[in-house]
C-alpha cells in the first residue's frame, strides 16, 4: 500500500513569511498527526484529527500555527508568521483509528526559516 | 503531563555485538511502549511495542523489556548488523489515547 506523502519535502524562507505544508494520509487511515522534530529532538505532536474534526490541538502555537483536515482525507499545516525557531521537520503520521494503532510516519518536510 | 528520558544519545557498537538503549517515563498511567527506528531523511517507523501486561516481548533480533514498578523500559538489539545504524526513539502513551510522548532519541552507529 502507498505509505503517507507529504509536500514540499525542504522548504526554505524568511523569517516573518508564510508556508504551507501538505500531507495526503494511507487511505482509510481516519486518524492523523502533524508532528515537529527539532534537530537532535525526538517528534512533538502539534495536532490530532480524527476523520475531520480536531481531538488534541494543546501544543498547537495557535497564534502563528493553523492546520485543516477537509473531507477528512488530506491536511495542510499552515505557519504565519515563521520565526526562528520553527525551524524543523514536520512530519505528517496516519493511523487506522484513535487509540493504539500504529502510527505510520511520512518523510517529513525541513523548513529552514532565515 | 508524561516526561520520556532516553540514554545514551549516541552508541556505537561493532557488528555483531548487542545494544542497548533505555527509557524511564514519569506517568504511571502510561502502558503503552513503542520503539521507532528513523533513518536518515525518512520518517520514523514502529519496529517493535510492548504494552503493560507483558515484561518482554521478542521480535527476532530485538527485544523489549518493560519494568512498570521502576517505570523503565529497554530495547535490545542482538547480532548488530551495518543497517541497524539509524536513530531510534522510545515513546509512552496511554491506553485510549493516540498521543505519544517520544525521548530525544538515541543515535546508533555500527561499524563493520
Known amino acids: 500500500e502507498a505509505g503517507v506523502a507529504q509536500s514540499p519535502r525542504y522548504k526554505i524562507i524568511e523569517k516573518r513569511q508564510s508556508v504551507a505544508f501538505w500531507c495526503n494520509p494511507i487511505?482509510?487511515?481516519?486518524?492523523l498527526y502533524w508532528y515537529q522534530q527539532i534537530l537532535g529532538q525526538g517528534p512533538k505532536l502539534l495536532i490530532q484529527?480524527?476523520?475531520?474534526?480536531?481531538?488534541?490541538d494543546s501544543q498547537l502555537p495557535k497564534d502563528r500555527f493553523s492546520a485543516e483536515r477537509l473531507k477528512g482525507v488530506d491536511s495542510t499545516l499552515k505557519i504565519q508568521p515563521a520565526k526562528l525557531e520553527d525551524s524543523a521537520v514536520y512530519l505528517c503520521a496516519s493511523s487506522f483509528d484513535s487509540g493504539l494503532y500504529e502510527q505510520y510516519f511520512g518523510p517529513g518536510t525541513r523548513l529552514t526559516v532565515t | 503531563g508524561e516526561n520520556v528520558e532516553q540514554h545514551p544519545s549516541t552508541l556505537s557498537v561493532q557488528e555483531g555485538d548487542s545494544a542497548v538503549i533505555k527509557c524511564t517515563y514519569s506517568?504511571?498511567?502510561?502502558?503503552?511502549f513503542p520503539w521507532y527506528k528513523q533513518e536518515l531523511g525518512k520518517g520514523p517507523q514502529l519496529i517493535i511495542d510492548?504494552?503493560?501486561?507483558?515484561g518482554e516481548k521478542k521480535d527476532q533480533r530485538i527485544a523489549v523489556t518493560l519494568n512498570k514498578t521502576a517505570k523503565h523500559f529497554s530495547l535490545h538489539i542482538t547480532e548488530t548488523q551495518p543497517e541497524d545504524s539509524a536513530v531510534y526513539f522510545c515513546?509512552?502513551?496511554?491506553?485510549?489515547?493516540?498521543?505519544?510522548?517520544f525521548g530525544k532519541g538515541t543515535m546508533l552507529l555500527v561499524s563493520p
Open positions: 506517568d504511571s498511567a502510561s502502558n503503552y
Open positions: 484529527f480524527q476523520n475531520n474534526g480536531v481531538v488534541d
Open positions: 487511505s482509510g487511515h481516519a486518524t
Open positions: 515513546a509512552a502513551s496511554i491506553e485510549g489515547y493516540s498521543t505519544l510522548t
Open positions: 510492548i504494552r503493560s501486561n507483558v
